[in-house]
């Protein structure tokens, strides 16, 4: 089927976001700092809402996966939904929304004791993943607000100022959930979204001006029910594969199910008169490139910050808000560096700046692989830092050449691009990585258990080395056994985070290759579209 070509208009003011773009880039980022400190605040809340819900660890892994899954599985669609029926206005649904579950949230005991037959952790679960089918109408439509409002040139200096705002909810979020934790409750975690919410509605709605463009009459229906079940069953089986085993035959069905649904997704796209994401995105190879390095990152990245809050919390028995404060070094790290990173992009383009922030990323993975379990703040505050300096060229530079190189009339889109190949790229990670981490444990608990490693029964022992990848000892042990197996659960844990330190080094590495080929691209406002 051929082709069609649509002319896009001429500039940003007629097509995308008007009104001073720096009160836009205010008004977005009260949205996002929301759902980032939810993302921070949930990790430091988890220990508590263990023990006050009775939850179980598969419990726990649910509350973040249920988000991950709901998120990862619409962010494109949500993108589109902004590209077809306005930024603006899916941004505020989203922001509302979100919002609105988080007080849900806050209530789900409640909840559970008027539903017949729903649990709290249910509750929670299930709000969690509706949770994220709101994120994933917030995200997208934030960052094409900013592609709409700043042109070209100012695009990396917006990056910028947007890495140094997610930097500062990232650094707030462990000190704020910390101190909520330990002095009100962990429902006041979710409550604290209600305010922030509220002043991000009023903003959007004062603030952002939006004239949108409909090259698109229609939603691509069969695009969406194809990458949908695409999405699920990709995630899906991250999530479950560590559970089910890599070789299982329940795993490779998934696999397989992605590839099929993946394949028939690419060839429904091309020859969809109205496709949900037009295959020609991907013909400028900053594009491409872009969201493979933002998932390589992310893998990084998240697989290995998993097991630092029970790094901190567990083996160094730190509270919530000390554990928050051993985080602030990194997220501060970035309020300086994502600036910087957007004015090196500038000058030197995206190629020098990502591939040296790579490199330095794999320097500071390397650095945490050597932390010790009694490591002080100091020790853990310089890989922090230097991590920031490293990730920050590199999210700012993927992000602005993803959204910055995508035509405005697909900026939904290509934002909803770079988030699910974060999420995606995250839960990789921490799916992967989690199992290496468990191979390790397994080797090493028997080990520095040594000879009483034969008198414990096996199926104890697969306890404790379940226990040992959160850092902790299984509940109900007696005391006395508690004291003998605690320090060798704590030293298998250190060995298994080590080497999940080290592969994302390597990780850094191949990916600072990668970024060799990236090109700075053409960011020009009136090039014809191909929407077919």
């Known amino acids: 089927m051929a082709q069609a070509t649509v002319d896009a208009p001429s500039s940003p003011e007629k097509a995308g976001t008007g009104g001073n773009p720096w009160l836009v880039l205010l008004a977005v980022s009260l949205g996002v700092i929301m759902v980032m400190l939810d993302g921070t605040v949930v990790g430091i809340a988890n220990p508590v809402i263990q023990t006050d819900l009775g939850a179980s660890l598969a419990d726990l892994q649910w509350v973040t996966s249920g988000y991950l899954l709901a998120l990862a599985v619409f962010l494109i669609t949500a993108g589109k939904l902004g590209d077809l029926f306005g930024h603006r206005r899916i941004f505020l649904i989203g922001v509302g929304g979100f919002a609105l579950v988080s007080v849900g949230i806050g209530f789900s005991q409640e909840l559970a004791e008027i539903i017949p037959g729903l649990s709290p952790v249910g509750a929670l679960i299930g709000l969690r993943v509706l949770q994220g089918l709101f994120g994933a109408l917030l995200q997208p439509a934030a960052l094409a607000l900013l592609r709409g409002a700043f042109p070209g040139e100012k695009l990396n200096q917006a990056m910028g100022a947007w890495g140094a705002i997610i930097g500062l909810s990232s650094a707030a979020g462990p000190i704020v959930g910390g101190v909520l934790v330990e002095n009100v409750s962990w429902e006041s975690v979710f409550f604290i979204n209600a305010p922030v919410g509220i002043i991000a509605l009023l903003l959007g709605v004062f603030l952002i001006k939006e004239s949108p463009v409909k090259v698109l009459a229609r939603i691509d229906w069969g695009g969406v029910v194809l990458l949908s079940g695409a999405m699920f069953a990709l995630v899906w089986t991250i999530i479950k594969a560590p559970e089910w085993g890599w070789g299982d035959s329940t795993t490779l069905g998934f696999m397989a199910a992605f590839a099929v649904l993946m394949a028939g997704f690419i060839f429904w796209q091309s020859r969809a008169r109205q496709p949900l994401v037009p295959l020609s995105l991907f013909a400028n190879p900053s594009i491409s490139i872009g969201t493979v390095l933002m998932m390589m990152v992310a893998f990084a990245m998240f697989g290995a910050m998993f097991f630092l809050g029970f790094f901190f919390q567990g083996v160094h028995g730190l ?137 414990i029964p096996p199926e104890q022992l697969a306890g404790l080395e379940k226990a040992a990848a959160f850092g902790g000892l299984p509940p109900g042990l007696p005391a006395e056994f508690a004291q003998v197996v605690g320090p060798a659960v704590s030293n298998a844990f250190m060995d298994g985070m080590h080497l999940a330190f080290l592969v994302s080094t390597g990780v850094a590495l191949l990916t600072a290759v990668l970024a060799l080929f990236v090109k700075s691209g053409r960011k020009i406002e009136d090039a014809p579209l191909h929407v077919g």
Do not use: C, W, Y
């Not at 992009?345 to 040296?356: D, Q």
């Not at 390397?366 to 920031?388: C, G, K, N, R, Y």
């Not at 920050?392 to 190949?421: D, H, K, M, R, Y």
């Not at 290496?436 to 080797?443: E, L």
């Open 319 to 455: 509270t919530p808000l000390e554990a928050g404060l051993r985080m602030l070094p990194m997220s501060a790290g970035m309020i300086v560096a994502s600036p910087l990173a957007g004015f090196a992009i500038g000058k030197l383009g995206p190629k020098i700046t990502m591939t040296t922030g790579l490199v330095v990323t794999a320097l500071a993975m390397f650095l945490m692989s050597q932390l010790s379990m009694d490591a002080t703040f100091v020790e853990s505050a310089i890989p922090f830092v230097v991590l920031a300096f490293g990730l920050s060229p590199v999210f700012v530079g993927a992000t602005e050449i993803i959204v910055g190189n995508a035509p405005l009339e697909l900026s939904g889109v290509a934002g909803g691009l770079q988030q699910s190949a974060m999420q995606v790229g995250g839960a990789l990670g921490t799916a992967i990585l989690g199992a290496v981490m468990a191979a390790q444990i397994s080797t090493s608990l028997p080990e520095h258990l040594g000879a009483a490693a034969g008198t």
